[in-house]
């Protein structure tokens, strides 16, 4: 059964960098056509989806947050992380990892648990 797990700091200062690490246990991140992605949860609204790796590397983000983002993976760890440049209190969020079985999915098959993340000085 594939689960993921995400870590990284709780706290970030605006104007620095939000960097979260997901691992994947149970199933590879190189998987056909798989997608891994990074969705976030600001306090009091809904989903918004961040970016995704594909499962041969390529890389795709949500274009109000491309110049910011970095989804960089490590296949030698079976890990993909996040990186969130020049981040604002209104960033704060929960902040989750989520498997599908294709890229483009609208339904994900894996998510972690979800680490809050507070954007504050």
């Known amino acids: 059964q594939v689960q993921l797990q995400e870590s990284g700091p709780g706290l970030v200062k605006p104007s620095q960098t939000l960097s979260l690490t997901c691992s994947i246990s149970g199933g590879s991140i190189t998987t056909n056509y798989y997608g891994w992605s990074w969705i976030r949860q600001p306090p009091g609204k809904g989903l918004e989806w961040m970016g995704v790796i594909a499962y041969d590397g390529t890389p795709y983000y949500s274009p109000s947050l491309k110049s910011r983002t970095s989804i960089p993976r490590d296949t030698s760890k079976n890990q993909f992380s996040l990186q969130l440049n020049s981040v604002t209190p209104e960033e704060t969020a929960v902040y989750y990892c989520?498997?599908?079985?294709?890229?483009?999915?609208?339904?994900?098959?894996?998510w972690g648990q979800g680490t809050q993340v507070t954007v504050s000085s």
């Open positions: 989520a498997g599908a079985r294709s890229i483009w999915s609208a339904v994900y098959d894996y």
